[in-house]
Every structure is written in C-alpha cells, then in structure tokens.
C-alpha cells in the first residue's frame, strides 16, 4: 500500500525532480553483491556549483517494508535545498534480521565517503538522516563513527575517519527490543501495539539474540543511555517527532541520553503531528519541520 501510494506520488508534475533542478542517478551498486538491496540513488542539485554538504539518507518501514525508491521525497527535498543525497535500499527483515540492515548501513556509508567528491560532494560535511527504523540506523551509523566498535562492519566506518558533521534522526524507534515499554507506558490500539511487536520479531527473531547478545547497535538509545564516552565527539544531533507519535518517548529519551553526554541535541516536538507527518510536505507542520531541520544544518554546516 505505502509503496503504491508513493509510486502514485511521482506522479504529480511538482514531483518531477527537473521542476526543481534536481537530477537522478538510479540503481548504483554499493557493494559487489548483484542484489537490488545493495543499490542506491543519487539526488544532485543541478543548480549549484561547487562541493555540496552530503547527506546518507536511510528510509524506514519498520526494517520489513519500504525502499530508497518509496522514500523519493526526502531525496527530493534535500537535493532542492542544495544537498547531494545518497539514498540506499537494504536487506530488509524477517528473511535478513539483525544486523543485515546494520552492516548494509555501514557500507553504503563506506561507499559514499570514497565516491562522494566524484558526483561534486564534500564528504567533510557528511550528514546522516532517516525516519523510524532509518532513524535508528542513522544513530547507529553516528555510533559507529565515533565508538571503537569490535563488530568488523562498525570498525569499517570509525576508520573511514570520517564523523558526520549533524544526525537528523526523525521519529525514530532507537530500541529496537522490549517494544512492549510503548503499550506499557499508555494503551495503544491492538492493530497497532502489534504492529510494533512484528518490528521486533522480525529483526531480533528467530534467534537473534542467542548469535547476537550484545544488541547495541540495534538499540542504539540504551548504547548511549549507558553514558560511556566516545572515542571522537559524537555529532549534533536534529530529532523531530509528532506529539502523536506512539514513539515519541525514544526521542524523549534520546535527549535526556545526549544532554547527559554534553552532546548538542535539539528535539523538536510538533503537535498533533502523526508518524512521520514530515512526508507529508504538503502540510504546514512537515514544512515548519523541514525549515526548521535546514535552519539547523545552517548552524551546524
């Protein structure tokens, strides 16, 4: 459903990236696996010159749904703000559980460090973004770059050298275990509350957590709840959520986590807002949240 509507999207003639001079790259390969999971899109402001501020954008779908191709109108929105956008697809669970999505991440930002100068982007000043699940593995891919990681596919990124200059994690679900704290906290409706355990089973199932004990990286908030000190400075971080939002806590909690860390973490809460209201780019809520996320990269850029 939520891909053909997306689909129906690309339709409308202010969709058309050339409306707004961006232009598209299709289906490159950021890893020599021949699977369309590891194949990504390239949005390029056509009308600007000069190295552009690079962003990774990591789409959501609970880590089971969704692609790069039915996210097109985040890549759409950066680009025409004068980003370059790399937007990849990934192993998507419950046939690839953790940390398929993890060590996809990983390589794809592997792949846009080296590649970035060659499509005119300056990888210096990396930005890292996604909603719901993309929102957790932007904050994992973050953590990989500034924590010595003994996992190979983490190591890979922290020696890329490579720290993203700003994290815009949106809406996202940062612990990926116990989704059950979310029907703890208030009631949520049945078709949802399931919803959230499918995430968990799908990802962390099948005995996931027996080959994998140590979880951090697919719940980055309790990583960095703990407080231990990275080993570079993590970056600024830019976290929009809907008041109603039946994640909303994760980004509650990740503020508290990174103001305990001394990290700059601007949370920004817009009522009324749904799950990822900011798709919606028609609205006025997702555009005062889309100006206020460019308004930050300002700051930090």
């Known amino acids: 459903m939520w891909a053909g509507l997306a689909r129906a999207g690309r339709l409308h003639p202010a969709a058309r990236p050339e409306r707004h001079q961006v232009g598209v790259l299709r289906d490159l390969p950021y890893a020599a696996t021949g699977l369309r999971a590891h194949h990504l899109d390239v949005y390029r ?15 959501g779908g609970g880590f089971r749904i969704l692609s790069k191709d039915s996210h097109w109108v985040m890549g759409l929105a950066f680009a025409r703000r004068g980003y370059l956008v790399f937007m990849p697809n990934y192993r998507l669970a419950p046939k690839h559980p953790f940390p398929a999505a993890v060590e996809d991440a990983c390589a794809a930002y592997e792949w846009v460090v080296r590649n970035a100068a060659e499509f005119g982007g300056d990888a210096r000043r990396l930005i890292v973004a996604g909603e719901s699940a993309g929102a957790n593995l932007a904050t994992t891919l973050a953590v990989a770059a500034t924590y010595e990681r003994p996992e190979p596919y983490a190591r890979a990124v922290f020696e890329t050298g490579v720290v993203p200059r700003a994290v815009m994690p949106a809406c996202g679900i940062l612990q990926v275990s116990d989704t059950e704290r979310f029907t703890r906290r208030r009631p949520l409706p049945g078709w949802l509350a399931d919803r959230l355990t499918e995430v968990e089973e799908a990802y962390l199932g099948d005995g996931v957590r027996g080959r994998h004990p140590d979880l951090d990286l697919a719940d980055p908030l309790c990583m960095l709840e703990r407080g231990e000190a990275p080993a570079r400075p993590l970056p600024p971080f830019f976290a929009p959520v809907g008041t109603c939002d039946p994640l909303l806590d994760d980004t509650r909690r990740l503020k508290r986590a990174l103001d305990r860390l001394g990290v700059p973490c601007e949370a920004r809460y817009y009522q009324g807002g749904m799950h990822a209201f900011h798709a919606l780019v028609f609205t006025a809520i997702a555009r005062q949240c889309w100006q206020d996320g460019f308004t930050f990269l300002g700051r930090h850029l």
Request: net charge positive; no cysteine.
């Open 45 to 59: 402001p056509l009308a600007y010159t000069g190295a552009r501020p690079v962003v990774l954008y990591v789409h």
